[in-house]
C-alpha cells in the first residue's frame, strides 16, 4: 500500500466521536474550520445538486443557538414531563463545544435527484468534516435528535421546507486526549466475493 493510501486509512480508522463532555471548548482558528467546510464542498452529488448546507456558530453566537434547543425543548415536551434543569441543559449544550455546525439538505420541491441521494451527499460532506478535524487534532461529533432537527431551529439556521435540518457537527478539542475505544468486526464478515 502507498503511504498516501496509508495516512488516509489511518484517519478512517482513528476517527471516533466524541461525547460532549469529552470535549474543552476553547477557541478554534476559523480557518480551520473553512478547511473542513472545504473539504465538504467537495463531496460526490449526483446530478452536481451540492445539497449540503452549514451554518457555523461560534463564540457567543452559540448562546443564541442554545436558545432555541431550549425552544425545542419546551414545544416538544408534554407539560407532566416538563423539567426546568433539562430545558437550561438545552440552553447551556452549544456552549460545551467550541463549535457547532448546522447539516442542512437542500431541496426545493422539483429536485431532479432522488431525496436519499441527496441525504447520501450531505452525509459524505458530513464525514469529510470529520476526518479533516481529526486530521488536525480535533474531536466531534454528528448529533441528529428530534430537539436539534426541530423546526424552531431549523427556521432559526435559514433552512425551508422542502429543505431539511439533519442535525449538527459539533468540534472541540479533546478533553483528556485519549479517543474514544472503538471495535469492528472482520469486514470479511461483511463482504461476498465475485472476483
Known sequence: ??????????????????????????????????????????????GLTEPWRF????????????????????????????????????????LGASVWISIGMLRTGQ??????????SVAIAVQHIHLVAHSLGYAGKWVSGEIVRHDCVRDFVGLTPPSKLL????L??????????AQRSPIEDKVSWRW
Open 111 to 120: 429536485d431532479k435527484m432522488p431525496e436519499w441521494e441527496d441525504l447520501a
Open 1 to 46: 500500500m502507498n503511504a498516501q493510501a496509508q495516512v488516509l486509512l489511518e484517519l478512517i480508522r482513528t476517527r471516533r466521536s466524541y461525547a460532549l463532555p469529552a470535549l474543552r471548548p476553547d477557541p478554534i482558528p476559523q480557518e480551520h474550520v473553512r478547511l473542513m467546510l472545504e473539504a465538504a464542498n467537495w463531496s460526490p452529488s449526483h
Open 172 to 181: 472541540g478539542w479533546p478533553a483528556d486526549g485519549a479517543s474514544p475505544p
Open 55 to 94: 451554518t457555523v456558530f461560534a463564540g457567543e453566537h452559540r448562546a443564541a443557538l442554545g436558545e432555541r434547543f431550549a425552544e425545542a425543548y419546551r414545544l416538544l415536551t408534554p407539560a407532566e414531563k416538563y423539567d426546568p434543569a433539562a430545558e437550561e441543559a438545552q440552553r447551556r449544550r452549544p
Open 167 to 170: 442535525g449538527f457537527f459539533f
